[in-house]
């Protein structure tokens, strides 16, 4: 089961100031390698290239939004504090989309 959160994101692009460029607030779900059983390629990889296995085991803060390009840096602010992440994927699936979901975040970062 996904649990929904309230998050703040803020993009920035690497390089420039700390200050963010934009920042919009929305609700997350998470997602995890549970999701590669919809995936038929073995490496289960995401939108950037890179496996989603890898990831979760490396437990890197990526994220899935169909709203900025890949590999975009995102400061993500949830009811735990603000982190880092990256997008590393697409999603969340329309039909969450038109729930009102802008982001499925990687378990891991979802839980910190």
């Known amino acids: ?3 929904a959160a309230l998050v703040l994101v803020s993009m920035w692009l690497a390089g420039c100031a700390p200050a963010p460029a934009a ?3 929305g609700v997350a779900s998470w997602y ?7 995936n038929r390629d073995p490496a289960c990889p995401t ?11 490396q437990g890197v803060f990526f994220l899935a939004t169909w709203d900025d390009p ?3 840096q995102v400061r993500v602010t949830g009811r735990q504090g603000t982190c ?3 997008v590393l994927d697409r999603g969340p699936s329309a039909r ?3 729930r009102g979901r802008r982001w499925d975040l990687s378990r891991t970062l979802f839980s910190h």
């Open 1 to 3: 089961m996904t649990v």
């Open 23 to 25: 920042s919009r607030q």
């Open 32 to 38: 995890s390698t549970e999701a590669c059983r919809f």
């Open 47 to 57: 939108a950037s290239g890179r496996s989603l296995y890898e990831l979760e085991q």
């Open 70 to 72: 890949l590999h975009t």
């Open 84 to 86: 880092q992440a990256v």
């Open 96 to 98: 969450l989309v038109r």
